[in-house]
T-cell receptor, first 113, second 117 residues
């Protein structure tokens, strides 16, 4: 299965700042997604990262807060903008390769002070 | 997308068989049922996927009755390392024969399985 590398694995940030999370895959994938998992909760889909075009956001998530890029078939970034303590979560990247189950990275654990 | 309902938690002992049932009363005709496992500090890991009847792999079995309104994940002879959260998801299966699920996944609350020595 595809190997996903997310960076950073964890970070502690000050409120009001922004952080960009990177997701690198070792093979070309059909689709890439970003999820959020708040403490003690299940996963919530943020958006679908579309190659070469704007991401498709789920209800409750907006581009100004979570800008996403996907310049090619193996790389995507998620930025968490103007962070507040409510943004403290684990952010996970997932990918789909045809013929394989959707595969998740181990996430970026983000804490905002 | 069909909503899923699972028990919030389950307990078992090592060596026992564990069955986790998931309800999905509004499952659509082209929906597949997929189960993921998640350990702390890790992303979810695919366990098994099925459409109807029974599916078995090296890790688990998935039983789906004819009406498909529920499904049961069966873990044979659990060990301490099976302690994790298990998620049942319903959605459209994309191309491929190994469980590819094109499209967005909507996770429910999951079932926390705790295995005791």
């Amino acid at each position: 299965s595809a190997v996903i590398s997310q960076k950073p694995s964890r970070d502690i940030c000050q409120r009001g700042t922004s952080l960009t999370i990177q997701c690198q895959v070792d093979s070309q994938v059909t689709m890439m997604f970003w999820y959020r998992q708040q403490p003690g909760q299940s996963l919530t889909l943020i958006a679908t990262a579309n190659q070469g075009s704007e991401a498709t956001y789920e209800s409750g998530f907006v581009i100004d807060k979570f800008p996403i890029s996907r310049p090619n078939l193996t790389f995507s970034t998620l930025t968490v903008s103007n962070m507040s303590p409510e943004d403290s979560s684990i952010y996970l990247c997932s990918v789909v390769v045809l013929g394989q189950p959707q595969h998740f990275g181990d996430g970026t654990r983000l804490s905002i002070l | 997308l069909a909503k899923t309902t699972q028990p919030i938690s389950m307990d078992s002992y090592e060596g026992q068989e564990v069955n986790i049932t998931c309800s999905h009363n509004n499952i659509a005709t082209n929906d597949y049922i997929t189960w993921y496992q998640q350990f702390p500090s890790q992303g979810p890991r695919f366990i098994i996927q099925g459409y109807k009847t029974k599916v078995t792999n090296e890790v688990a079995s998935l039983f789906i009755p004819a009406d498909r309104k529920s499904s049961t994940l069966s873990l044979p002879r659990v060990s301490l390392s099976d302690t994790a959260v298990y998620y049942c998801l319903v959605g459209v299966k994309g191309g491929g024969d190994r469980g590819s699920t094109l499209g967005r996944l909507y996770f429910g609350r999951g079932t926390q399985l705790t295995v005791w020595p």
